[in-house]
């Protein structure tokens, strides 16, 4: 397996801490470094300055949101960034949400599934470098009833730009198994994986003539270790109030992609009772309904051992590139969290 991890700066936050764990994380060997974008600062600044910080390893927004950029405009910026970069840029787009789409940008979620594609489409023809002239259902390239002719960039793409894309529901898939480089997954229960997951990225796969070595499967959870049971049982109590926002208070009041994919892996009913309570405003009561089953099923915390068994099963189930999201309160201890998990990952590939 490769590693990855991904940064972000919220809240206000400044980018100088993200930048450093990002710098030491590839002195400590890290394969990939993927960029947030969500509701907080844009993606695409914060890799041209980790680009201008680092030397070996890969970096790839993780996601910039199809809509809220033209194709073309997210065709220039990826060209840039590869170029800057000398050929490390991964490009990772994801439709995100009805909340974060229509309550902040204004754009509509109409076709989510139909706008990726196009982007996909566009966003290939504009890497390809010739005259770019498109007409689907969601873009029109040039725009109709213009004067307008159809244009190339002025610039190339000087290296290959694999696209990876961030999907859950089962369309959303099945189009990642046909068209993508990657897999940029979430809410991942490895024992739940084949029916939930896989299934339908083998579907669009099939569809292209694809077999999954052709798409690299990106799944990521926080890591941290716990020293003996009782500080497992703190830390796995601790995370029940994410995980029901992601449950209850991510997406819309009826489109909340976590929500779907916790319920086709077996807690449908936990789902349904936290959004209720989440929704109707009892917190607490929401996290309350969240199992630690579910904690542990879809993270990567506990003793040692247990992070070492947990990180093969997800190597049985088919991941190629682990996401690591190392716990701790300042850099230093996230930092040695990652070179911890790190070498536990050398350990398991050494295995084979």
């Known amino acids: 397996m490769r590693t990855a991890t991904t940064i972000e700066a919220s809240g206000g936050a400044s980018w100088r801490e993200p930048v ?3 710098v030491e994380a590839e002195k400590l060997g890290l394969d990939i470094c993927w960029v947030a974008e969500a ?7 914060a890799l041209g300055y980790c680009a201008a910080r680092t030397e070996r390893m890969l970096l790839g927004s993780g996601i910039m949101q199809v809509g809220t950029r033209t194709p073309v405009a997210v065709a220039q910026t990826a060209i840039t960034l590869s170029n800057l970069s000398d050929g490390r840029f991964l490009l990772g787009l994801g439709a995100s949400g009805p909340q974060v789409m229509e309550g902040l940008h204004g754009v509509p979620f ?18 390809e470098g010739g005259k770019i002239s498109y007409s689907g259902k969601a873009f029109a390239i040039p725009l109709p009833g213009g004067e307008a002719v159809p244009m190339r960039l002025s610039t190339r793409a000087e290296h290959d730009i694999p696209i990876y894309l961030a999907t859950l529901s089962p369309a959303m ?16 229960v490895p024992e739940g994986a084949a029916a939930a997951y896989f299934s339908h990225l083998d579907d669009g796969l099939a569809r292209s003539g694809r077999s999954r070595s052709d798409l690299d499967v990106c799944q990521g959870a926080e890591v941290a270790f716990a020293p003996d049971e009782d500080a497992l049982r703190t830390m796995v109590a601790g995370r029940k109030k994410e995980l029901a926002f992601s449950l209850g208070g991510m997406g819309s009041a009826s489109t909340n992609f976590y929500h779907q994919a916790y319920s086709r892996q077996g807690w449908a009913d936990v789902a349904a009772e936290v959004r209720e309570r989440w929704q109707a405003g009892d917190r607490d009561g929401a996290a309350g309904q969240v199992t630690d ?21 997800w190597r049985d189930a088919g991941v190629d590139t682990v996401r690591l999201y190392p716990a701790g309160d300042t850099l230093d201890t996230r930092l040695a969290t990652l070179a911890r998990a790190l070498d536990i990952v050398r350990e398991i590939n050494a295995e084979r």
């Open 293 to 313: 089953e579910m904690v542990l099923g879809t993270t990567l915390i506990g003793t040692e051992p247990m992070v070492r068994e947990r990180l093969r099963v």
């Open 20 to 22: 450093d764990f990002a």
């Open 110 to 127: 109409a076709r989510p599934l139909t706008r990726t594609r196009e982007t996909v489409e566009i966003v290939r023809r504009v890497l």
């Open 173 to 188: 898939l099945r189009l990642t198994g046909q068209i993508a480089d990657g897999w940029l997954g979430t809410s991942f």
């Open 39 to 45: 509701w907080g600062s844009d993606a695409p600044s």
